[in-house]
């Protein structure tokens, strides 16, 4: 059973960044989903082999999800950070083409990290 490991999170006031970091890598598809207390589980940004990517409107402009080969690990980059954006953030990998939006589809998933937003 593959576990993916994330890092990076942790607090920060609004207008700040952070950079979460997620290994290994290198399936087909590799995402960011976060879920807040009291939500559903949301898409935040996918990346595909090809270097596709998808994000949601809520962070566009704002995250940036890139991954590095040779590390084996994929990154979000996140800017502009607001109190919204609080929640537990997930990476999670696909063997096969991936959709942002549905999340059950991806096979591996890691523990998550926690960013707190304050404004």
């Known amino acids: 059973q593959v576990q993916l490991v994330e890092s990076g999170g942790g607090s920060v006031q609004a207008g700040g960044s952070l950079r979460l970091s997620c290994a290994p890598s290198?399936?087909?598809?590799m995402g960011w989903f976060r879920q807040a207390p009291g939500k559903e589980r949301e898409g935040v940004a996918v990346?595909?082999?090809?270097?596709?990517?998808t994000y949601a409107d809520s962070v566009k402009g704002r995250f940036t999800i890139s991954q590095d080969n040779a590390k084996k690990t994929v990154y979000l980059q996140m800017n502009s950070l607001k109190p919204e954006d609080t929640a537990m953030y997930y990476c999670a990998a696909r063997r096969g083409y991936c959709y942002i939006s549905r999340s059950t589809d991806f096979d591996y998933w890691g523990q998550g990290t926690q960013v707190t937003v304050s404004s």
């Open positions: 290198g399936y087909y598809c």
């Open positions: 990346i595909r082999v090809t270097g596709s990517t």
